[in-house]
């Protein structure tokens, strides 16, 4: 496995968004939880190649769930992090931390 | 709600793995989409969605080169040997298909390398393993003599006296044959030819189990008073006579000596590692003073 490399931030965002769905984060409620809770209405293509992205990069780990009748007998592929993801995303957060660190009043 | 048999075509374009997955997504938001939306609209919102994965896709694969993902746990514990085997096989055939360069090179360096080892496993097979074309090859020695004050470990020949001796009074041995390469001029039929040959004693061919076509030397050949001899090998009597049936009791020139031709030696039974080889088979003889002193001709 690779050494840790920083994330983008998109990434981060995604990796956060499947944190907060837990056992529930495939690619439309991933996508759905971006857009409540950022705003941002990010295409499919994108959750999915960075999906796609971050499991090659040992991120993320995927299974199948259940095929259901609704998606036409097809099943959910859920994420959800790995060891490393987590460690990436504390170790991003303690660099933005550091960054902001005596600039909050500035900036808001 | 399912997706248009079009579509669903389309994203066959997707990776393997992710293929299933994404055309289920689409399919529940289609189905959310289309109550809402009307069907025209949700129909070309579906292609078109579909089209720019699609793309999406091609184009991380050009641009990244795309990577397979690690297979997930639970797959991983249903697949089979044979699963892993052949997914293995089509991924590198995959490969193998995506890089035409580093293709031929494999192809090339697997090529030399089975040709080279065929070349030396058959070099292998013809001059260690395979027993020689004799009956009883086990049991065959070659003696060799030795001068203690040269060499203790250097063999050379033997001399004549000494083969006389000993195939007049060795016990171990069921026979003892001598035998001298040289290389002899075969003319007076055609174009002169320079052969390889062999001189030896008679007893040879009984020694080693074969059975010439015609008859073996005589012992009373050993005479240097009686006419030369010879027999051909099979190869040379196919090359150089063209497997002419009536060639024992035929004189040849070897060396300008007329030699009478008493056999024709069974194909693969000796001179066949060369094809144009020819074994000659004079007698030995004691020289006209009748003393210890023979010599090969």
Redesign the interface.
């Known amino acids: 496995m690779s050494a840790l490399q920083p994330l983008g931030e998109f990434e981060h965002v995604v990796l956060l968004a499947i944190l907060r769905l837990g056992d529930a984060a495939?690619?439309?409620a991933i996508r759905g939880e971006i857009l409540a809770r950022t705003g941002r209405r990010v295409?499919?293509?994108s959750i999915?190649?960075t999906l796609?992205?971050l499991?090659?990069k040992?991120y993320l780990?995927?299974?199948?769930g259940d095929?259901?009748p609704?998606?036409?007998g097809?099943?959910?592929?859920y994420y959800a992090l790995r060891p490393r993801a987590v460690e990436a995303l504390k170790e991003s957060r303690r660099a933005l931390v550091s960054l902001w660190r005596g600039h909050e009043g500035t900036l808001t | 709600?399912?997706?248009p048999a079009g579509v669903i075509a389309l994203l066959n374009a997707l990776?393997r793995d992710?293929r299933?997955?994404?055309?289920?997504?689409?399919?529940?938001?289609y189905?959310a989409f289309a109550p809402r939306a009307g069907r025209l609209r949700a129909s070309v919102w579906i292609w078109w969605?579909a089209l720019?994965?699609v793309c999406?896709?091609q184009r991380?694969r050009l641009t990244?080169g795309?990577?397979?993902?690690?297979v997930?746990?639970?797959?991983r514990g249903r697949m089979s040997i044979w699963d892993s085997v052949r997914q293995d096989v089509v991924f590198g055939a995959r490969m193998l298909r995506r890089q035409p360069g580093f293709t031929f090179v494999a192809v090339i360096t697997l090529a030399i390398g089975i040709g080279a080892n065929t070349a030396i496993f058959s070099i292998v097979d013809r001059v260690l393993w395979r027993p020689l074309p004799f009956q009883d090859p086990g049991s065959l020695v070659v003696i060799a003599g030795q001068r203690p004050r040269e060499s203790a470990t250097l063999a050379g020949p033997v001399s004549p006296g000494d083969f006389l001796d000993w195939r007049d009074m060795s016990r171990t041995f069921t026979a003892i044959a001598a035998t001298s390469s040289s290389a002899l001029n075969l003319s007076g039929d055609g174009e002169p030819q320079r052969v390889r040959a062999l001189s030896v004693s008679p007893g040879f061919l009984e020694a080693l189990g074969v059975a010439p076509a015609g008859r073996t030397f005589r012992r009373e050949e050993e005479d240097p008073d009686r006419a030369r001899v010879a027999i051909l090998s099979d190869a040379l009597w196919r090359v150089r006579f063209g497997a002419d049936p009536k060639i024992i009791g035929r004189t040849i020139l070897l060396n300008a000596r007329p030699h009478e031709v008493v056999g024709v030696l069974p194909r693969g039974s000796g001179g066949r590692r060369i094809r144009k080889c020819s074994c000659r088979w004079p007698s030995i003889r004691r020289n006209a003073s009748g003393g210890p002193f023979t010599r090969f001709r």
């Not at chain 2, 299933?20 to 938001?29: H, M, Q, T």
């Not at chain 2, 795309?66 to 690690?70: E, F, I, K, Q, S």
């Open positions: 495939y690619a439309v295409s499919r293509g999915y190649i796609d992205r499991e090659t040992g780990k995927s299974w199948l095929p259901t609704e998606r036409g097809r099943a959910k592929r | 709600m399912a997706l990776p992710l299933d997955s994404v055309a289920g997504d689409l399919a529940e938001e189905g969605t720019r994965l999406l896709f991380e990244r795309r990577r397979l993902p690690p997930p746990e639970e797959i």
